[in-house]
């Protein structure tokens, strides 16, 4: 008799339709907490900005009278919809958090799913936070088993691995088994995607990827709610995820090892900087430079192996960016404006900031040198050497970019985030204050109220 040793998927969904939340460590919480006010913030931004409009319009067409709402807005629309709509909306802005070991944007696939369906079956605060952990774990372990694996296939891995997430926080809410959790697994793998073909073009394609996975979980999951089969071997499988969307050698093991003792949650990098997470340590270590710009000869930068391809080749299109995305993704252009102007904000990558000659000018004399192939390319040290025209060199050096959990931000500049991000007073501290306590809350209806009247306070300011 062959006994048969249970799948990574099996597992993995026995795991999330188990867990309690009292299971759930405390410094877990607070994490998962802090990372959805992060996102509820940046879907705000994104609102106001109208950065995620394409999105949002075509999430409007799927109303529905027994529908939910997106973050900042009272239209009822289908549950699938509103999943795409709050991912473009949190990853809009390119300002949305970063695990990186797997190099994935977890926020982007997490939050749509467990507030669209949490609206839905109507469920407490704790529940949704308990499922919203589910979708950490999960985004991050997935691609943590092959770390720039999926990347350097040429797929988002934000993408590849949302889809599975998004399908588990779903079965997960909906009360579903173990196996119909799996089946759900198998049909999100299906949808598993994403090409990073935009950095070719500038285009903002990427800003999708999270909303479109997180749509396509949804459904997955409803899917197999209905009596839909999926392999359950789309881990380990010779056509699974990993063999299929991989460049890299994956330990599929690693979704599974050690859940519920060691939490990846913990381990998600919040961003202080609008831009690709891949050059935020070597703007960090550029800081402070006492160099005149008009003193400056050259620039020598050290990066990771892994990141150059992204934030650094071509380096025509990196040093005069085709659009304001393409300008997110060099690290020659931002780090000219961050010389230049002293900071890097949204308001950085405005169209009307793309030709200014001076940045232009500056980019081109970055020089870059790649850095040991050690450790992960987001958890890298930055280096920079300034050079000035008199002979002197600035050096700067930091062991890690701020807000990694080596150097995370503090409630106090998470809040302050929050707070520029919703551009409204009052309303955003009690906003921010029941996501902070979500646990405690019976459901997210007053969330939403609040979302939905900071951006119709703001849209009428402007």
Same mark, same amino acid.
């Given at each position: 008799?062959?006994?048969?040793?249970?799948?990574?998927?099996?597992?993995?969904?026995?795991?999330? %339709?188990?867990? @309690?939340?009292?299971?759930? *460590?405390?410094?877990?919480?607070? /994490?998962?907490?802090?990372?959805?006010?992060?996102?509820?913030?940046?879907?705000?931004?994104?609102?106001?900005?109208? =950065?995620?409009?394409?999105?949002c319009t075509?999430?409007?067409?799927?109303?529905? *009278?027994?529908?939910? +709402?997106?973050?900042?807005?009272?239209?009822?629309? =289908?549950?699938?919809?509103?999943?795409?709509?709050?991912?473009?909306?949190?990853?809009?802005?390119?300002?949305?958090?970063?695990?990186?070991?797997?190099?994935?944007?977890?926020?982007?696939?997490?939050l749509?799913?467990?507030?669209?369906?949490?609206?839905?079956?109507?469920?407490?605060?704790?529940?949704?936070?308990?499922?919203?952990?589910v979708?950490?774990?999960?985004?991050?372990?997935?691609?943590?088993?092959?770390?720039?694996?999926?990347?350097?296939?040429?797929?988002?891995?934000? /993408?590849?691995?949302?889809?599975?997430?998004?399908?588990?926080?779903?079965?997960?809410? +909906?009360?579903?088994?173990?196996?119909?959790?799996?089946?759900?697994?198998?049909? =999100?793998?299906?949808?598993?995607?994403?090409?990073?073909?935009?950095?070719?073009?500038?285009?903002?394609?990427?800003?999708?990827?999270?909303?479109?996975?997180?749509?396509?979980?949804?459904?997955?999951?409803?899917?197999?709610?209905?009596?839909?089969?999926?392999?359950?071997?789309?881990?380990?499988?010779?056509?699974?995820?990993?063999?299929?969307?991989?460049? +890299?050698?994956?330990?599929p093991? %690693?979704?599974?090892?050690?859940?519920?003792? @060691?939490?990846?949650?913990? +381990?998600? /990098?919040?961003?202080?900087?609008?831009?690709?997470?891949?050059m935020h340590?070597?703007?960090?270590?550029?800081?402070?430079?006492?160099v005149?710009?008009?003193?400056?000869?050259?620039?020598?930068?050290?990066?990771?192996?892994?990141?150059?391809?992204? $934030?650094?080749? *071509?380096?025509?299109?990196?040093?005069?960016?085709?659009?304001?995305?393409?300008?997110?993704?060099?690290?020659?252009?931002?780090?000219?404006?961050?010389?230049?102007?002293?900071?890097?904000?949204?308001?950085?990558?405005?169209?009307?900031?793309?030709?200014? *000659?001076?940045?232009?000018?500056?980019?081109?004399?970055?020089?870059?040198?790649?850095?040991?192939?050690?450790?992960?390319?987001?958890?890298? @040290?930055?280096?920079?050497?300034?050079?000035?025209?008199?002979?002197?060199?600035?050096?700067?050096? $930091?062991?890690? /970019?701020?807000?990694?959990?080596?150097?995370?931000?503090?409630?106090?500049?998470?809040?302050?985030?929050?707070?520029?991000?919703?551009?409204?007073?009052?309303?955003?501290?009690?906003?921010?204050?029941?996501?902070?306590?979500?646990?405690?809350?019976?459901? $997210?209806?007053?969330?939403?109220?609040?979302? @939905?009247?900071?951006?119709?306070?703001?849209?009428?300011r402007?």
């Amino acid at each position: 008799m062959t006994i048969t040793a249970p799948t990574v998927s099996a597992r993995l969904s026995q795991w999330a %339709i188990d867990l @309690s939340f009292e299971q759930i *460590p405390e410094s877990v919480r607070h /994490s998962a907490t802090r990372h959805l006010l992060d996102g509820v913030g940046l879907a705000i931004a994104a609102n106001r900005l109208h =950065a995620a409009h394409a999105a949002c319009t075509v999430a409007r067409t799927f109303s529905s *009278p027994s529908g939910v +709402r997106m973050l900042g807005s009272n239209d009822l629309l =289908a549950v699938s919809a509103v999943a795409l709509a709050n991912g473009v909306l949190v990853h809009a802005l390119d300002f949305d958090d970063t695990h990186a070991k797997g190099l994935v944007h977890a926020t982007a696939v997490t939050l749509p799913a467990a507030f669209a369906v949490g609206q839905s079956v109507d469920a407490t605060g704790a529940d949704i936070l308990t499922a919203a952990v589910v979708g950490y774990e999960t985004v991050c372990r997935v691609a943590s088993a092959t770390p720039h694996g999926f990347h350097a296939r040429g797929m988002h891995a934000t /993408s590849v691995s949302g889809t599975l997430a998004a399908s588990l926080i779903t079965s997960r809410l +909906r009360g579903a088994d173990a196996e119909v959790a799996a089946n759900g697994l198998g049909i =999100a793998a299906s949808t598993s995607g994403g090409l990073l073909e935009f950095l070719e073009t500038g285009s903002d394609t990427k800003t999708l990827h999270p909303g479109l996975a997180s749509m396509n979980g949804v459904i997955a999951a409803e899917l197999a709610a209905a009596g839909g089969q999926g392999p359950t071997t789309v881990f380990e499988g010779k056509y699974g995820i990993y063999a299929a969307l991989s460049a +890299r050698e994956a330990d599929p093991e %690693i979704v599974v090892s050690d859940l519920g003792e @060691s939490w990846e949650t913990t +381990r998600i /990098s919040i961003k202080p900087i609008p831009a690709c997470q891949l050059m935020h340590v070597t703007l960090d270590a550029a800081k402070g430079s006492s160099v005149a710009i008009e003193e400056i000869e050259r620039i020598q930068v050290i990066v990771h192996p892994d990141s150059a391809p992204t $934030v650094c080749e *071509p380096r025509e299109t990196k040093n005069s960016p085709r659009t304001p995305y393409d300008a997110k993704f060099s690290l020659p252009w931002s780090l000219a404006a961050q010389l230049i102007d002293g900071e890097v904000t949204v308001d950085t990558y405005r169209v009307e900031n793309l030709d200014r *000659p001076e940045l232009m000018r500056l980019a081109e004399r970055v020089e870059v040198e790649l850095g040991p192939a050690e450790g992960f390319a987001a958890d890298a @040290s930055g280096h920079v050497r300034i050079h000035s025209l008199n002979g002197d060199v600035w050096y700067g050096t $930091v062991a890690g /970019s701020k807000g990694t959990p080596q150097h995370p931000l503090s409630d106090d500049d998470l809040l302050t985030k929050f707070r520029t991000n919703c551009g409204d007073g009052s309303q955003a501290d009690e906003l921010a204050d029941i996501i902070l306590n979500l646990a405690n809350q019976p459901n $997210v209806t007053r969330l939403h109220d609040l979302a @939905s009247s900071i951006v119709f306070k703001e849209a009428l300011r402007s």
